[in-house]
């Protein structure tokens, strides 16, 4: 877990975003763009906005020892966006003020005989017990030429070999940077490189790895990098058709290929959506050998005693999904597998995350080693009743087949959702949303995990 410690009276984020190289690079980003401020279009086109969002979560382990993480807290998100300066090249500025007040948090984390542990939501402090508040300063820099765009700070990807998470307060931003360009007609190509994060609970930017990378232990050092990368592109060639293409690679650890193709079509009653996707999982520098996975630049799965692979990434997976909706019904069916020795992968220091894939659920992901899951989801939009900004959902996973020492494992998971969006009067846009989760294993503790959230934006310019 992530300690704070304070600094003369200054509060102990704001101390640390100050320090950050990041932030010093993104400050001298901003010198560069002062003799050009003024020009028509960065003030006119900027947008700044304030989102309160209040977030309640319990993690309620059902046996093993597990004990129950209860946490309640007020975010606060500033967040601006310039326009960009005439001319040939444009520059921007964003800039993101993210803090988070804790309003409850019992017990102290490690501390036997506590019925409530920390850390799922605020950084600790050194005696295991939550933080009072955390918070994140990150500008970016941004540069447009034509339809491209290039920007340099705080990020947050939804692409299918990187994926922002935001299952808690403060959302996971990645620091890097990054290229965007749409220069050609229904085609979106996308480049960047990533050095750093900052957690869902923490206010410093940590180094990257995967699951098996973070040891933990006396024998073994955790293993980071600061190179990830990533490039590829969304086609569209028709109307309901797109086709995507993605590689990632965290340098030391694994190289990644993705293929999907997304397709809606139109049926004589309701409609279609097939949604499929394939990632191809590889070792890379430090993680190929076995020296350097002796070193402790490994990877989670399941290997038969002495296979001198073991540790290696080495996966695949391939998922369907089958939506038909009708009014305002929408119901799937999706199959996932995984083969190879290696956890299927991608990046995860601890803190949680958010894989491309069909069984990203709200408790748990089903990316073990050898296993096929099955997932059938339900939902409904009241507005087809006359209630619009009410939604409902429902979601079961179904997982088996896991590779392990005692036989194929198994795991599921059942999620209940229900979204209501105010849509006039004074609290217009105000948004309530109930999430619970019930998992159950054969191998690993049980949980039950409800989320109550409470948004509201307010725009400012």
């Given at each position: 877990m992530l300690n704070q410690q304070a600094t003369g009276t200054m509060p102990r984020w704001m101390v640390r975003t100050v320090k950050s190289k990041k932030t010093v690079l993104g400050g001298l980003g901003l010198a560069l763009l002062t003799q050009q401020v003024g020009a028509a279009g960065f003030f006119e086109d900027s947008k700044a906005d304030l989102t309160l969002k209040?977030?309640?979560?319990?993690?309620?382990?059902?046996?093993?020892?597990?004990?129950?993480a209860e946490e309640w807290g007020q975010g606060f998100f500033l967040r601006y966006?310039?326009?960009?300066?005439?001319g040939l090249v444009g520059f921007g500025l964003d800039a993101e003020m993210l803090y988070g007040l804790r309003l409850d948090s019992g017990g102290r984390a490690g501390k036997a005989g506590i019925t409530r542990t920390p850390g799922t939501m605020f950084p600790l402090d050194h005696d295991g017990s939550a933080e009072n508040g955390f918070g994140r300063l990150i500008p970016t820099v941004k540069m447009r030429i034509s339809e491209t765009i290039f920007q340099y700070g705080g990020l947050t990807p939804k692409l299918p070999v990187v994926n922002s998470n935001d299952g808690r307060l403060l959302p996971q931003t990645f620091l890097g940077g990054q290229v965007t360009s749409k220069e050609i007609k229904d085609l979106t190509m996308v480049a960047g490189k990533l050095e750093r994060s900052y957690e869902r609970n923490s206010s410093n930017s940590e180094p990257l790895s995967i699951g098996g990378g973070y040891n933990n232990s006396a024998s073994l050092k955790d293993r980071y990098s600061n190179e990830f990368y990533y490039a590829g592109f969304d086609y569209k060639p028709m109307k309901d058709l797109t086709v995507r293409y993605y590689f990632g690679q965290l340098k030391d650890f694994y190289d990644q290929h993705f293929v999907g193709l997304v397709h809606k079509m139109s049926l004589p009653v309701g409609s279609l959506t097939t949604d499929l996707r394939y990632f191809n999982n590889d070792s890379d520098g430090e993680n190929s050998s076995k020296s350097g996975r002796a070193e402790g630049w490994r990877s989670a799965g399941y290997w038969s005693a002495g296979d001198p692979d073991q540790y290696e990434v080495d996966s695949s997976l391939w998922s369907a999904?089958?939506?038909?909706?009708?009014g305002g019904h929408s119901a799937s069916l999706g199959f996932q597998k995984i083969t190879g020795d290696s956890d299927f992968v991608y990046l995860l220091k601890g803190q949680g995350s958010s894989p491309f894939i069909i069984t990203d659920m709200q408790?748990?992901?089903?990316?073990?080693?050898?296993?096929?899951?099955?997932v059938?989801?339900?939902?409904?939009?009241?507005a087809s009743l006359g209630v619009p900004g009410l939604k409902a959902s429902v979601a079961h996973a179904k997982g088996r087949e896991i590779d392990a020492a005692d036989g194929n494992n198994k795991e599921w998971e059942t999620d209940y959702r229900v979204d209501y969006v105010i849509q006039s009067g004074y609290l217009k846009g105000l948004g309530l949303t109930a999430r619970h989760a019930m998992f159950r294993s054969n191998d690993t503790t049980d949980r039950d995990e409800t989320r109550l959230l409470v948004n509201y934006t307010i725009p400012l310019l």
């Open positions: 209040n977030f309640y979560i319990n993690q309620d382990q059902r046996h093993g020892g597990g004990a129950r966006q310039s326009g960009f300066t005439q999904m089958f939506t038909y909706a009708l408790s748990q992901k089903f990316t073990n080693a050898g296993q096929q899951t099955w059938a989801k339900y939902g409904y939009d009241f």
